[in-house]
């Protein structure tokens, strides 16, 4: 069993115990909010290939790993990460229905100002330069492709101007919403033809009806917003109170939003946050770092460096670190841990956490769990301590350090040269006492991305957003 499915099962339990007494309590959620996050996809047992946005680099060790029965390990955990703040580079359609159900507040404009303000916005934060390329279609009772998908200022040019010259048609059905879809699906680049760009459908819908037998035959939207999907593409939904939500299940999960009239005076706002997610995503929004320790591993209160823990769920202890970047030397987690006696009595080798995990979450995609290592410890009882001799002579033999530490540069831009720093290591002669010896700190260096660690951890990778 996976330590994600042993965390699932615990929670399990717990829920059906409060539903059993009465405590549980049900509460409607909201069918979107503006600002729910993307649902994370579920961990795998094997990894996923694809490198992580940032360039993290982690390790995580506890000391001693030889402890007697009854006795304290401190646990060092360590994670760097540097951003390159570039602006993504995507190709992306527009989808506005533009059917008498936009026609809303005075002079029937207010909703149709709002999309424009936003729209404009997002366009004018587009990075051309990097290959982007965009275009925008209208629909209701059929669509219409006002500006061809197209790169270059020129169509930054094209698509300002035609969002200030859209009109309002006096048609009450929607039935092009399908069609308009699965055409600017079409239009869009396949992954093979760009890989390194993001394809995108922003689709804002009004509300009118699909109303059979007016016009073309409908093509239906949730099927055309499954092919989009299953193609590869982002297909953002914005839905008017009046569409009903319908653009819920047709958008990618976690990226529909809901304005909070039909005049959609936050339809601005909402742009500003899609653009945000769309076009620096590879930014990084905050770092969780939580370790759940096993049954009888008590956590020393105090011991926390920079902080004791910010929150603890079911045992499990959980540090919330802000985004952005990390500190010039990394970000450093320190904590104790006390094993009791009679849960771990002597003369075993065993791991002290269930698991620990390193979530990076980003400004948008779903977050990225890292597996940290776990490593075992030898716990031996008073008097036995030969009884580690064994595994520590095959498990803990000491590392010779470089004859000459190399330069390095530090994510501050100075160079530097690695201190030597005294670690406990054991003597391989099987005395089991700790000798001294010297070992340097690792420095991410600015001349190439870090590799990351994955000695003992693993990696997920969702398939979203990891470019």
Same mark, same amino acid.
């Given at each position: ?415 530097? +040269? $690695? &201190? #030597? =720093?005294?670690?406990? *290591?054991?003597?391989?002669? %099987? !005395?089991?006492?700790?000798? @001294? ?5 690792? +420095? $991410? &260096? #600015? =001349?190439?991305?870090? *590799?990351?660690?994955?000695? %003992? !951890?693993?990696?997920?990778? @969702? ?5």
């Amino acid at each position: 069993m996976s330590h994600f499915v042993m965390r699932l099962a615990v929670l399990s339990l717990l829920v059906a115990v409060l539903a059993a007494v009465g405590v549980a309590a049900t509460a409607a959620a909201p069918v979107s909010a503006p600002d729910a996050p993307a649902v994370p996809l579920q961990p795998t047992e094997e990894p996923r290939e694809g490198p992580i946005p940032c360039d993290p680099v982690w390790d995580r060790t506890i000391e001693p790993r030889i402890v007697e029965e009854g006795g304290r390990v401190t646990v060092k955990s360590t994670y760097y990460f540097k951003c390159s703040g570039e602006t993504r580079k995507i190709n992306y359609f527009i989808l506005l229905e533009n059917s008498n159900a936009l026609r809303q507040g005075r002079g029937g404009m207010v909703a149709l100002d709002n999309f424009e303000d936003g729209a404009r916005d997002f366009v004018n934060q587009v990075d051309y330069a990097n290959g982007s390329q965009g275009g925008l279609m209208l629909y209701a009772s059929v669509n219409q492709i006002r500006v061809p998908l197209g790169g270059g200022e020129q169509n930054r040019k094209n698509m300002l101007e035609a969002l200030g010259n859209i009109s309002i048609k006096p048609i009450d059905n929607a039935n092009g919403a399908g069609a308009a879809i699965r055409d600017a699906t079409g239009l869009l680049p396949t992954q093979e033809d760009d890989p390194d760009a993001t394809n995108v459908l922003i689709i804002i819908d009004a509300g009118a009806e699909e109303v059979p037998g007016e016009g073309p035959p409908i093509i239906n939207r949730a099927t055309a917003c499954n092919a989009a999907r299953q193609s590869g593409v982002l297909v953002v939904g914005i839905g008017f109170p009046a569409s009903g939500n319908r653009l819920l299940t047709c958008a990618t999960r976690g990226w529909y939003w809901r304005t909070n009239t039909n005049e959609a005076t936050d339809l601005p706002d909402i742009f500003d946050e899609i653009t945000e997610a769309i076009l620096r995503g590879r930014e990084m929004k905050q770092v969780n770092y939580s370790d759940w320790p096993h049954p009888g591993v008590n956590y020393v209160d105090g011991s926390g460096y920079p902080r004791d823990y910010d929150y603890e769920v079911i045992g499990e202890y959980t540090w919330e670190f802000p985004g952005k970047q990390a500190p010039p030397t990394g970000q450093q987690i320190e904590y104790a841990f006390d094993l009791d006696r009679v849960t771990f009595p002597g003369n075993q080798i065993t791991e002290v956490s269930i698991d620990s995990t390193l979530s990076f979450n980003f400004t948008a995609g779903d977050p990225i769990p890292i597996l940290m290592p776990n490593p075992e410890v030898c716990i031996y009882r008073p008097g036995y301590q030969q009884f580690c001799d064994d595994w520590a002579a095959r498990y803990l033999t000491p590392t010779a350090p470089p004859e000459t530490p190399s330069a390095t540069i530090t994510p501050g831009g100075a160079t530097e +040269t $690695p &201190t #030597a =720093t005294p670690t406990s *290591t054991i003597d391989p002669s %099987g !005395s089991g006492t700790p000798t @001294p010896t010297e070992t340097t700190e690792p +420095t $991410p &260096t #600015a =001349t190439e991305a870090p *590799t990351q660690n994955t000695g %003992g !951890s693993e990696l997920y990778v @969702p398939a979203a957003y990891n470019k």
